[in-house]
Each structure stands twice: as C-alpha cells, then as structure tokens.
C-alpha cells in the first residue's frame, strides 16, 4: 500500500509517500518521494523556534507539498503526526489531513509523534539495512531522546507502550540546546555541541550527572544549565576551552543515558534495544549505547533508526501509520484532534 | 509584598518556594525573570509540591505552556478553589502572539488557576495592566547562592 505521512509537530515540515508491505509478519518499507523544509535558517536568527512563525510557515508550504509528493496519485492511507508537540503547528498538518482524508475518502491514522520516532528503526536506506526480525525482538526498550523528550519506554508488542522512565524537567536535547545558547554557540545547539566536542577530552571538567544513581529510570537535566553557567562565568577569558567544556558536557548528559538504559535493560529482560529522537543522530550516543549493550547485554540486539531519519521527519509517521493500519486501529477524521501533551 | 530573601542551595530555593506557594490563590498570576540556570524550574517544582501536585514538572519550553491538575486537592485548595497550575515559558518569545494564539487569556486569571510563568519579561505586554506576583532571581557571591526578589506589581 503506499501511504501519504505528513509530519508538523514543531518546525519541521515534512511529506512523504512511502510504499509499504509485508503486514505485521514482515514489514518492508520504501520512501519514494520525501520532502522536508527546515526552518532551522530562520529559527537560527532567534535563537530557537518561534511557534508563530513556524506555524506560518506550515500553512504557507503544506498544501503544495502534499501536491508534489501525491501527485496524480491517490494514497491507500493517510498518516498525520497528532501530537504531543506545539499546538499551533500539529493543527496546520492534522487539519490538511482531515480534509483530504474526508474529500479523498481515503483512511486516516492520527499517529503520536514519539511512536514515529520508534518506527524510524524500520526504515532502511542504501547504508543501512532492516535488522529488525520480528521473531525475538519484543519485549523492546525504546530510548527516545529529542529536544522536547527524553523517556525510557517499554515495547511489549506494536501498539503496546508502558512509560518506565523520564525526564523530571528538561529533555535532553534541551540541555544540550540551553548549553550552547550559554556558550554563545547558534541554534541547533546539540549538533554544534557535539562538532565541538569531536575535538575535545570528555573527562577535562567534572558536569553533574544528576539521578545518575536514583532508585528509579527517571532523568533530570536541569541543573545542567547552572553548572554551565558557572563554569562560563569562572572561566570567561579563555575559550580555548570550548572543546573540553563541549565534550565535558557531552559526556555528561550521555553518561546518565547509557547508564540508565542499560539498567532498565536488565531490569525488564528485553531482547532488544532501540534508539529514537533527533538527539539519536548524535555519533557518541549512537557508539557508546551500542558498546555498552555488547559488553552488558551480549544477547540484546541494538539498533538505531537511519541518520537521515533521526531528527523529524515524515517517513516515520507513516511507518507507524502502517501498522496502526495493519492491526486495523484507524482515526476518525472528523473528529481528530492535535493533543499538545500526548503521552505515548 | 515586597521582599528579598537570600538562598544558600537549591534544596533552600525550592523550599521557600513550597513556602510561598501556600499562600497563594485561584487567580494569581506568578512573574519570574531570571537568567538560564538561576533556579526557575526550581521555584516552579517547588511551587508545585506547595500547592499540591503530584506529577512531574516538565519544562514546557518546546510547549510553551502545560497544565498540571491538582489531583487531590486538600481542604484549602478546595476553599480556595484552586483546581490546576498553569506553566508557561517564554523562553522561545519575542512577544505574546504565540501565547495568545494557543489561548493563554483561558488561563491567565481564571479563578480556579494559578499561572507561573518563566522569562515573564519576554512577554511583558500579556500581564499589563494586570496584578503579578514578580519574582527576579540573582546570583549571589557563591556559586550556589541565590538572591530572589520579591514584589507585588
């Protein structure tokens, strides 16, 4: 079947049309056509994304863009990311899938935007196989890490979540960002971040790595920011140091990451392990998990979605899509809504 | 009330945080200004634990804005009438558009809802003309020290 997935939660605007197959015995998926605008050039003036904007900016682009990905083609399915997100933004997609799904008479999947980051492990690109065999995979644990999320889910079958961790504050990615921003670096701060730590030595300085030790699979990544802060201001003349400090920092938020999925791991015997978010694209956390779970957990299969899908992107929309559609769970669209806050 | 008081660690930030959050009302409008790190999430968990909520403060920075129902709400919540915290984060702003278009004036005032909101000086005009609660936070001569100002506007 070949499936429409439109994806606006924030400030990536994103179309695709993916051919898939396979049902839930031996999923296969192809992107045929897949557009993304970025507003990261305009965001970067402000430092972070202003939500008027990037609403705007979805109303002015979607339509021509679902046109140039459909075609003349009529899609067997239409997948919209329906939150959690920024309100504003998750409307000018769920709303642009609503009507066509009414006036096509074409079936429609609200799907939640961290179950799409979960389903980018199903996508495959020319560097990177399908290594997901359905036989030994669930339970799974799903270490999803973004900008606006960081939590620890378990995977008992498709469809079947159970939170067992998260952040108490801040994401992740949000540390990551609010650091640059502290360090005078542009926005995205996570991807300069790690660029700069690339140089630098992760043990130079000593960053908090709160709950590192809690009885409990959650995070906290607040008080992060305090001790960068100081460190800035205590060291302000020489910022030679960058690297070190980038690194230090690095380090320190995924330290706490690791450790507290391989523990989880252990805890609730999983056979696999899944990395999902768009701080998944970063090369050390992706290098790290992976050698922490060959060293702790032999037996525990590893796998992270495609660089090119880590950060939002509606390819993964409507893999997920895809199998909401194959256990026959379809939304209504005269009633779907965009929930900003909904939890998976 | 107009006061400034001196905190040593966070754990002493967040509790006259606890502090200060029961005495407020249904209404109230709680302004916070301060720089990234200075102890805003603090003051807003500490805030929280006061009026009674159970659940995890997230930041809403990618949000903007997130409410937290008091699940079970104590005698003096219900005399008070107070039902939800309201988070906001201005973090990302420039003005109060984006505030008012996911309908922050439902929140801001309502009797049953007490409203916090982080870099409150960002959307200055939403609280014109409005009683706030503001409170700036400094940095003291330590580097966990923490002077926090006080000030009905």
């Given at each position: ?17 993916l ?26 003036k402000?430092g ?57 008479k ?5 799907v ?16 990177q ?82 709950m590192?030790?809690?009885d ?37 938020i ?14 609730y ?13 970063n ?32 390819a ?29 | ?19 200060l ?22 003051w ?33 919540n ?14 990302r ?11 922050i ?49």
């Amino acid at each position: 079947m070949r499936i429409l997935g439109i994806e606006t939660s924030c400030d990536e605007t994103s179309v695709v049309l993916l051919e898939a197959s396979g049902g839930l015995k031996a999923p296969k998926f192809r992107v045929l056509k897949n557009l993304v605008s970025s507003q990261i050039p305009i965001h970067r003036k402000t430092g972070g994304v202003v939500p008027e904007v990037a609403a705007r900016e979805h109303v002015g682009i979607i339509v021509p863009m679902i046109i140039n990905v459909m075609g003349k083609l009529k899609p067997d399915l239409i997948a919209v990311t329906a939150g959690p997100g920024l309100i504003t933004s998750l409307r000018v997609g769920v709303d642009a899938a609503r009507i066509l799904s009414v006036v096509k008479k074409i079936p429609l999947v609200g799907v939640n935007h961290l179950e799409g980051h979960i389903y980018a492990n199903w996508l495959t690109t020319k560097k990177q196989e399908l290594r997901i065999k359905n036989q030994d995979f669930f339970p799974a644990l799903c270490l999803i890490v973004s900008g606006g999320h960081t939590e620890l889910v378990l995977m008992k079958d498709h469809g079947k979540y159970r939170r067992i961790g998260a952040t108490r504050d801040d994401a992740a990615g949000e540390a990551f960002d609010k650091s640059a921003k502290l360090m005078g670096l542009p926005y995205p701060g996570g991807p300069e971040i790690a660029r700069l730590a690339a140089g630098g030595n992760p043990r130079a300085y000593e960053f908090p790595r709160p709950m590192l030790n809690s009885d409990n699979f959650d995070f906290s990544f607040s008080g992060l920011k305090t001790a960068v802060r100081v460190f800035i201001e205590n060291h302000e003349a020489n910022k030679s140091q960058f690297q070190d400090v980038a690194a230090s920092i690095q380090a320190a938020i995924i330290e706490v990451l690791i450790k507290k999925t391989i523990w989880a791991a252990k805890e609730y015997k999983v056979k696999s392990v899944l990395l999902a978010g768009g701080v998944s694209a970063n090369k050390i956390l992706r290098q790290y998990l992976g050698e922490a779970i060959a060293v702790e957990l032999p037996k525990t299969s590893y796998h992270i979605p495609p660089m090119e899908y880590t950060t939002d992107n509606a390819a993964m929309i409507a893999v997920a899509g895809y199998f909401h559609a194959a256990r026959k769970k379809f939304s209504n669209p005269l009633t779907l809504e965009a929930r900003a806050q909904w939890e998976l | 009330m107009n006061k400034i008081i001196k905190t040593k660690s966070e754990a002493e930030t967040r509790a006259a945080a606890v502090k200060l959050a029961k005495t407020l009302k249904g209404g109230d409008i709680v302004a916070l200004i301060g720089d990234l790190g200075a102890g805003k999430t603090v003051w807003v968990k500490g805030m929280a634990e006061g009026i009674g909520i159970q659940e995890r403060v997230l930041s809403p920075t990618f949000v903007l804005l997130r409410c937290h129902e008091i699940k079970r709400s104590g005698i003096r919540n219900k005399e008070l009438g107070i039902k939800q915290l309201c988070h906001v984060d201005a973090y990302r702003l420039k003005d109060a558009l984006a505030l008012e278009s996911i309908g922050i004036n439902d929140y801001l005032g309502a009797p049953d809802t007490i409203t916090v909101i982080e870099w409150a000086d960002r959307v200055e005009k939403l609280l014109a003309g409005k009683k706030v609660l503001k409170i700036e936070f400094g940095f003291g001569k330590k580097e966990k020290e923490r002077i926090i100002k006080i000030s009905n506007v």
